[in-house]
């Protein structure tokens, strides 16, 4: 509040030189939430929110109607907006309360500081949102699949919850919520809340729909998509819902959602959350998925036909309990979000498909880890779990280590406690803990206590200061082999020595990705010609099969290759996509055509993905 976050937000927006006002003690987070202008006296514990999407001037218009918890002396609520229009605030009795919009911050926004009269239990902010608001995006009917119908979706973590809702947006303070949403009636909404009324209520030209999440959630996974959108039930808890185009393909490839709920059930506790519904959206959605409670949000780009992309799913899934279940207590703690759902995420894939898909998960999780390790170097704030983003702009994304070394650390721990003692360790910190939140410390001390039983050369021999306070890969870490990484490796060599491509032919998603990163970045263009004309890799679906194989047609200069990254990098705007092949692209000699493909792209990518890309172009121009 000045809660404590440091590093996430800071990550993805680029922590930007910026003046910031001292942070304030969140007493209850026992932490401080530098993101939030939020503070102790009065904090929110309920939304309701009544809003009409207007699609004409791409807002949302209407009201939030907070309930607060406050202290006996309290003379103010702290609400955090950014790019927020406030017409008024009052009471649950119709006073109108005095407000202000204190200094806006490049990033963090303006705390909206309302004066509480003494009775006050609610307070109702009348507002509007803008239309560039950064959590959301509207897109025309020509960027949907169906080109009829135009499109909206949020996206709220990390800190963007606040530019469309005015609320305490730390992932420390916990809501639930309900919501009317109006829209024009050909269009249905969804949240990530029970859907009170699926074919919504007709008034007028337009619908009304009703969602209540009774659970407590911290603020960036509330969620609200609305389009032209159909849906089909999985199983009995589960079902998916896009655009009538999309349906029947989705509804194949996410065919073992159910299973996969199942399996997370009997490994680590129950699901708590009602149902696990599957969004597919639009191919600007910025990232493979987002976890909104009962209603994950995933992108097209996780469609390849043979389900061979679905531990994407089983992540987003993970996170009900690690992240949604059990929330970082700051976004310098995000690793306890990612690590922790990572981890699960492969103990899904193993349950379901088994032992070598596992391994090879894991491993290519370490290449990546150990790659970006060195690129951030060991000293670098990006290579510690507990990351603390300092006060300048490295302007770097979300990077893969919080996800691969967080899972390391725990399959480290998982080995020397032995697996059975180590998943009932899990299973009681989701138990215990609930509907709260988790700190680094505090879990290190779970660690100590619960895990370890007070052991303490066991725990010396872990090393676990180390692997949380520290960069790089602590010499604690398990060592662990893919059987089937050690036989692509040797056909790599086949291939460079002997043009020997034959056992090609049976790879899965995942030997193919490791082939290709594995291959040196010289290759000549007989070499990349012979792979295409094989396998037609400049015209393959499977986006991460594309992503590596443009990786290296672009340091090859493979022809072909330039045609198939323009098509690429228009038709989706997944950032773990578009930024390392922008790039690419900077590095090499087709300058010009990243700045064509971005010109033509940056309509369609949304805000935070734009961001990104803005600032490759501006580093470029250095
Ligand atoms: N919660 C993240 C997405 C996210 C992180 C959004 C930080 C905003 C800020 C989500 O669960 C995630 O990790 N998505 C990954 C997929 C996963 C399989 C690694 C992605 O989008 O690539
Ligand atoms: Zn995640």
């Known amino acids: ?355 070598d898909l596992y391994e090879m998960q894991v491993a290519m999780g370490r290449d990546q880890l150990l790659q970006e390790l060195e690129e951030v170097g060991p000293d670098s704030w990006l290579a510690r779990l507990y990351a603390e983003c300092p006060d300048k702009d490295p302007d770097e994304a979300m990077t893969g280590i919080p996800y691969e070394k967080g899972s390391l650390f725990l399959r480290t721990l998982e080995n020397a406690v032995g697996r059975e003692t180590f998943d009932i360790f899990i299973r009681n910190y989701f138990d215990a803990h609930a509907f709260g939140n988790m700190s680094t410390k505090q879990f290190l001390s779970l660690v100590r206590q619960d895990l370890l039983h007070g052991d303490k050369a066991l725990a010396d021999s872990l090393e676990l200061d180390t692997w949380v306070y520290k960069g790089g890969v602590p010499s604690s870490a398990i060592k662990e082999q893919a059987s089937a990484f050690v036989r692509v490796e040797s056909e790599v060599r086949g291939f460079l020595d002997h043009g020997n491509l034959e056992p090609l032919h049976k790879y899965g998603t995942m030997e193919w990705v490791y082939f290709l990163r594995q291959l040196p970045r010289n290759l000549v263009s007989e070499q990349m010609k012979r792979m295409d004309d094989a396998f037609k890799l400049s015209e393959i679906r499977n986006a991460e099969i594309r992503f590596e194989w443009l990786r290296l047609g672009i340091a090859t200069a493979h022809e072909p290759a330039r045609r198939s990254v323009a098509a690429f990098l228009t038709s989706q705007g997944r950032r773990k996509f578009v930024k390392p092949l922008y790039e690419d692209l900077l590095k090499s000699e087709w300058v010009t055509l990243a700045k064509d493909i971005f010109k033509e792209a940056k309509p369609m990518y949304h805000s935070m993905t734009n961001m990104t890309v803005d600032a490759l172009f501006d580093k470029g121009q250095q």
């Open 1 to 355: 509040m000045r809660l404590l976050v440091t590093g996430l937000v800071l990550i993805l927006m680029g922590c930007k030189q910026v003046v910031k006002p001292p942070p304030l003690e969140l007493k209850m987070a026992k932490a401080v939430d530098v993101h939030s202008f939020a503070t102790e006296e009065a904090l929110v514990t309920h939304v309701s929110l009544n809003l009409e999407a207007d699609f004409e001037e791409h807002v949302l218009k209407g009201t939030a109607l907070l309930s607060i918890n406050k202290s006996a002396d309290a003379k103010h609520l702290v609400l955090d907006t950014l790019d927020l229009e406030i017409e008024k605030v009052l009471d649950q009795e119709g006073h109108e309360l005095s407000f202000s919009l204190e200094n806006p911050h490049e990033i963090f926004g303006q705390a909206l500081k309302i004066e509480l009269l003494p009775k006050t239990n609610k307070v109702m902010v009348h507002y509007q949102t803008s239309p560039t608001a950064q959590g959301l995006q509207w897109l025309s009917p020509a960027q949907t699949a169906g080109k009829k119908h135009p499109y909206l979706f949020s996206q709220g973590e990390a800190i963007l919850t606040r530019t469309w809702i005015p609320l305490q947006d730390s992932p420390s303070v916990r809501v639930s919520y309900d919501a009317k949403i109006t829209v024009p009636d050909s269009l249905r909404a969804l949240m990530s809340a029970e859907d009170l009324t699926p074919e919504g209520e007709k008034n007028g030209k337009t619908k009304v729909f009703s969602f209540s999440l009774k659970e407590k959630i911290p603020s960036y996974l509330i969620a609200l998509a609305v389009g032209d959108l159909a849906y089909q039930e999985l199983g009995p808890r589960t079902g998916v819902y896009t655009e009538p185009a999309m349906l029947k393909e989705a509804a194949h490839d996410f065919a073992d959602t159910e299973k996969m709920v199942e399996a997370v059930e009997e490994m680590f506790g129950p699901y708590r959350w009602g149902r696990f519904d599957i969004l597919l959206l639009p191919p600007s959605f910025p990232f493979g998925g987002m976890e909104n409670p009962r209603l994950t949000f995933i992108s097209p780009t996780v469609l390849t036909g043979d389900r061979s992309l679905n531990y994407i799913i089983a992540h987003e899934l993970a996170h009900s309990w690690s992240g949604n279940l059990v929330t970082n207590a700051t976004w310098s703690d995000f690793w306890l979000n990612e690590g922790v759902t990572t981890y699960i995420e492969r103990r899904i894939i193993e349950k379901l498909y088994g032992r």
